[in-house]
């Protein structure tokens, strides 16, 4: 990807609620990933998940899902059962060898 | 599960030394890179490195920035006049295949002083 744009520098959620984050991107590539990248304190980066832009089926992993709109150049994260440890910087990033990230968003989670 | 390490974890320098940022990839991949992160920042690409050589290297890897893999396991990113703008987050990264996801190592927090 190009250019990768997270529009919301902070979102917050309850405890056991859902949360989406949003990500859209740019990229000329016709082969290319999309990833939610989690970011605690510490500042390791921590793979959440990866979507293939070739699969149409949007990829899932536990609680955490994606809404992959390849037409809208489109890669939502969504939250389910948001959990206090979930509370976090969120990264979304794509390319096809080199990772192009957004600016992220600050997830709260309130007890 | 195999990781990234990376070393040291914090390093403090003086502005105008040389620093070199350690970084042990996982051990069947081919391909490596270098980030930054600046304090409240966003994740920054700075180089790939394939088959022995630089494969892509972005703006920010000036002159001053080097990176060489010395003995088939350690991967290594030399900063060789560093300045106050260089105190970020480093964080080394690979991928068995360039498609494929990368995975991160801790980071390393350079502060230049």
């Known amino acids: 990807a190009q250019t990768v744009t997270q529009s919301q520098p902070e979102m917050s959620v309850q405890e056991a609620e859902t949360v989406t984050l949003s990500c859209t991107y740019d990229?000329?590539?016709?082969?290319?990933?999309l990833f939610w990248y989690k970011q605690p304190p510490s500042r390791q980066m921590i793979l959440v998940i990866r979507q293939e832009a070739y699969k149409q089926q949007n990829a899932t992993e536990n609680r955490f899902s994606v809404n992959f709109q390849k037409a809208a150049k489109s890669f939502s994260l969504k939250i389910s059962d948001s959990q206090l440890g979930d509370a976090a910087m969120y990264f979304c990033?794509?390319?096809?060898?080199?990772?192009?990230f957004g600016k992220g968003t600050k997830l709260t989670v309130n007890p | 599960e195999p990781e990234v390490t990376q070393t040291p974890s914090h390093q403090v320098t003086q502005m105008g030394q040389e620093v070199i940022l350690r970084c042990v990839p996982i051990?069947?991949?081919?391909?490596f890179y270098w980030y930054r992160q600046i304090l409240g920042q966003k994740v920054e690409f700075l180089v790939s490195f394939y088959n022995n050589e630089i494969s892509e290297k972005s703006e920010i890897f000036d002159d001053q920035f080097s990176v060489e893999r010395p003995d088939g396991s350690n991967f290594t990113l030399k900063i060789r006049s560093t300045k106050l703008e260089d105190s970020a987050m480093y964080f080394c990264a690979s991928s068995q295949d360039r498609l494929l996801e990368a995975f991160f190592g801790q980071g390393t927090r350079l502060t230049v002083v």
């Open positions: 990229t000329s590539e016709s082969d290319y990933y």
């Open positions: 990033a794509g390319g096809s060898e080199k990772l192009v």
């Open positions: 051990s069947n991949h081919l391909y």
